[in-house]
């Protein structure tokens, strides 16, 4: 008869749960380790090390590409600055009459929101270095 344990689990993509995911897989590590201070065939503790290093070396592979696929978070962030600077190029090349038309629309548009235009911000600070 063949004793046996098996462990699966998925990678959970929350910071909970790996936290909970790695405890688990620690206790498990631990298990492995004092069974292998049985008196065991030379055999089976050669498999139990394999086995062990092995879950450790795809448990951290699987961390480290977990960690490098980028959040939703800063994917919205990049197109954000990305939408911003296309916004900033296209003022930038409207005439002067027309960049100043596009402040006054985003004039009368921030006193109806609360949150201003960066790009207004940048048209008039580029307006007030010219009249210097």
């Not at 201070?37 to 448990?59: C, G, M, P, Q, Y």
């Not at 978070?73 to 296309?86: L, N, Y």
């Amino acid at each position: 008869m063949k004793n046996r344990i098996t462990l699966v689990t998925k990678l959970p993509t929350s910071d909970v749960g790996l936290v909970a995911t790695s405890r688990l897989l620690e206790q498990v590590i631990l298990l492995v380790d004092s069974l292998d201070k049985h008196k065991f065939r030379s055999e089976v503790s050669k498999k139990l090390k394999n086995t062990r290093s092995e879950a450790v070396t795809r448990f951290t592979k699987s961390l480290a590409a977990l960690e490098e696929t980028p959040s939703q978070q800063d994917i919205a962030q990049k197109k954000k600055a990305e939408k911003e600077k296309a916004e900033k190029e296209r003022v930038a090349k409207l005439s002067a009459e027309e960049q100043r038309k596009y402040v006054e629309k985003e004039r009368k548009s921030r006193q109806s929101s609360t949150c201003p235009s960066f790009v207004a911000k940048l048209i008039l600070e580029m307006q007030k270095t010219k009249k210097m």
